[in-house]
Every structure is written in structure tokens, then in C-alpha cells.
């Protein structure tokens, strides 16, 4: 999997989970869980691009992901 790759599958996850992803999700793809590394670098690039937010909870994520949840920003920019 490439880095180009993972990006897409995160994408395509949040868009189907209503442009919110939890780590739980992802870590639950077996794609993503294969190639830690690569999901890892992926997310870190969604994370600088516009109309994403990644964030940060309290809720014990694995050490391999940087994210608690990423999703689309809303459309007037602001987050929800």
C-alpha cells in the first residue's frame, strides 16, 4: 500500500461514515492495520490538507496512529 493509497481509503472511510472517522474504524480496516506506517504518514497528510480536521482525544488510541478521528470540515470553515 502506498502512501497515495491509504489517503484514499481514509477518505473513502469518512465519507462513509458520514465525514467523521474514529480511530476504532480505522484501526478495524484491515488495509490500514496492515500498513501502520503507511496509514500513519497518510493521516499526517490529510491532516495539513483544508478541509480536514484530525484530532486529538482522551480515548486510549493505539500508539500506531496519530489521530483520534479525522473528518470534513464544515463548509463555512468552522469546526461543528
Not at 462513509?16 to 501502520?36: F, M, P
Not at 504518514?41 to 500506531?64: K, M, N, Q, S, Y
Amino acid at each position: 500500500m502506498t502512501v497515495e493509497q491509504a489517503k484514499q481509503r481514509l477518505l473513502a472511510l469518512i465519507e462513509q461514515n458520514d465525514g467523521r472517522v474514529s480511530v476504532a474504524i480505522i484501526e478495524a480496516d484491515k488495509a490500514l492495520a496492515a500498513n501502520r506506517e503507511v496509514a500513519s504518514a497518510a493521516a499526517h497528510v490529510l491532516a495539513t490538507e483544508p478541509g480536514i480536521i484530525a484530532g486529538e482525544e482522551a480515548d486510549g488510541r493505539p500508539d500506531w496512529f496519530p489521530y483520534s478521528f479525522l473528518m470534513r470540515a464544515p463548509a463555512n470553515g468552522s469546526p461543528a
